[in-house]
């Protein structure tokens, strides 16, 4: 059960690292670590995570167990749906997903997720901003960062989220089999900030634009450019 131990801590440089040093426990499988505050929290490509102590979510958790086929790219649309509805369920307020990662309300990002894999396993990295006040985003971020307190204005108790995410994280982790991945996926489809829209999309070493018109079944995005060619895009980054 993801959540079976929850390791908390006031401060780690990233959640992600001390869970990398725990997959090796025999119970690794469900594991979660929880921080205050990280002093170098990290995004994907490594871009940072501002994560001010005390005002928001930092979590890890270890996926170490047998998976169905390879779902590398299905992880993060999968664990990013599992936070919009936690977020959704305990603030009622609607939570979009732009691909493969962020979760948007109004427009803003208010968390992010980032997947790392060590050979099988794999650390599912959370980031929510719960409490921080919009003037306390660094510049550079304020325009499209916010918090859910910053669009409810209301508090939020990190333990009771996480409490919550561990349940919908299980549940949407058990449902990636061959059988019922489309429904996460369609899910994913459901709240998605980013289909229908023209978008310039970067990869590795490439750069398309084009309307994303859906979802692979390994959670790529799909691209039509502009002669109605649709490219498939396995992981990458919205520009
Ligand atoms: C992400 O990366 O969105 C994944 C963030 C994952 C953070 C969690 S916290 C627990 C665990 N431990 C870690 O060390 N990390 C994970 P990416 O898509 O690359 O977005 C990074 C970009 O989001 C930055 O370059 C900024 O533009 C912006 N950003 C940084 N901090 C932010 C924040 N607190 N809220 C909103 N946007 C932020």
């Known amino acids: 059960m993801i959540g079976h131990t929850v390791i908390s801590v006031d401060e780690v440089s990233s959640t992600n690292d001390l869970a990398r040093d725990l997959l090796e426990r025999p119970d690794a499988d469900g594991i979660a670590v929880l921080a205050g505050g990280q002093t170098k929290g990290r995004g994907r490509l490594g871009r940072a995570w ?20 390879d779902i590398t790219g299905l992880l993060c649309p999968a664990a990013s749906l599992a936070v919009a509805k936690t977020i959704e369920s305990l603030s009622g307020i609607n939570v979009l997903i732009k691909w493969p990662n962020d979760l948007i309300i109004n427009g803003k990002k208010v968390g992010g997720v980032l997947v790392e894999r060590t050979g099988d396993s794999f650390i599912v990295g959370v980031g929510i901003n719960l409490n ?12 499209k960062a916010s918090s859910l307190y910053g669009e409810s204005g209301a508090m939020f108790e990190k333990n009771i989220f996480c409490q919550d995410l561990f349940l919908n994280f299980e549940r949407i982790f058990s449902s990636l089999t061959d059988e019922t991945r489309d429904n996460v996926l369609e899910e994913v489809k459901s709240r998605s900030f980013t289909l229908g829209k023209t978008v310039t999309v970067s990869d590795a070493d490439r750069v398309f ?28 980054e919205i520009l």
């Open 50 to 69: 501002f994560s001010p102590a005390g005002k928001g979510i930092y979590l890890s958790v270890i996926l170490r167990r047998p998976l169905h086929g």
């Open 209 to 236: 634009t084009g309307e994303a018109v859906g979802f692979e079944s390994d959670g790529s995005l799909l691209l039509k450019d502009a002669n109605g060619k649709i490219v498939n895009i396995k992981s990458g």
């Open 132 to 143: 921080t006040s919009p003037e306390e985003f660094p510049e550079e971020i304020r325009h």
